[in-house]
């Protein structure tokens, strides 16, 4: 099992073109089962979670092939309806399948999905949204059975802006007959991307960004050559690691609106990131100023996947700093980590507190989940002496060799075993 090794204390300086968001890919690679012709999706990343959806879906038939940053994808003997429980398992985006194989198939057998561990993610709302369009569902040993052979559009109500759910019953709706509104539907970028995807594939489809999205029924779509936009998660990161670390870091080819929950907090520190056209620039020379309260929301407030990267900002900052974790409620398993650095940190129920000092300390920690992972080696690169980042594995999921990405931007960083 591989390590990243990070000496610290160096500050970040340069700049990273940022590639197509992993929340948008993956949903958008499971809507090409929607047509039988070729699709291409470019600017992909190289990350296990893309890895692991392109395995499951030539499971079903599908031929796909990631040649650079080129996704190409062609589903004509694509006529499986039964994702593998051990698949299933590794990649929680596996169940965005089950709205596309209903409608291309009318079948699909789904296991509980996978993912990280950071949390109840309820998969009851996708569910229930299917049931109200007209599938039957069964539930045996795990699996999910799903008859979709009376699938049709309806008025169908969330009762929380998921976006899984959400992306699912768009993608079941858009072969389905009649007219289907999402009433409550999540309001993130990668809804909207998944919306223009479909769209170019001839798909009608209305709203999305909005609480209500509207899809009128088509009985056919066709292929599509599609970028995705880019990953908003990936940008925030890199840009939090200038902050907690020192240095004059550019993200390129980004969506600063899409950003905008993080740089109003970032504003108020006294790193403060510049705009220009589709790159941001944070310089940061000094100590974080502390933050008052930061709370995750549903977007556009501030992302849950990118709390862990801020708390280790608020670490070293000056001050006292408050963290409130709405959506996921084991986001805090960092907590551990980073109190073996030197954090002072206290948590109750989903409230953190953060008293800033001056350095972490350089230690051997494990990523538990993803973001808390980045948000690790984030610590490694600001602390004093050597870290140790075990379970990179987590990591892989949704950073393209993070390790090349912080060495770029000048930190001392290698994967080691």
Known sequence: MSKLLIKGGRPLCGEVEIKAAKNAVLPILAATLLTEDRCEILNVPRITDVTNMMRIMRGLGSRVALEGEVLSVDNRDATGCSVPTDLAKELRSSFFLLGPMLAKTKRAAVAYPGGCDIGVRP?????????????????????????????????LVLDFPSVGATENLMMAAVLAKGKTRITGAAKEPEIVDLQDFLVSMGAKVAGAGGDRIEIEGVTKLHGSVYTPIPDRIVAGTLLIAAAACGGDVTVSRVCPDHLDALLFKLNKSSCVPRVNGDKITLKCDSRPRHFDRLETQPYPGFPTDLQSQMMVMMCVSEGTSM????????????????????????????????????????????AGDLRGGAALVIAGLGAEGYTTVDDVCHIERGYDRIESTFALLGGEIERIG
């Open 323 to 366: 963290i409130v974790e709405n959506i996921f409620e084991t986001r805090y398993r960092i907590v551990r980590e980073l109190t073996k650095m030197g954090a002072r940190i206290t948590v109750r129920d989903r409230t953190a507190v953060i008293r800033g000092v001056r350095s972490l300390e350089g230690a051997s920690v494990v």
């Open 123 to 155: 998969i009851d709302i996708h569910l229930k949204g299917l049931c109200e369009m007209g599938v039957a569902i069964e539930e045996s040993h795990g699996i999910i059975y799903c008859d979709g052979t009376r699938l049709h559009g309806a008025d």
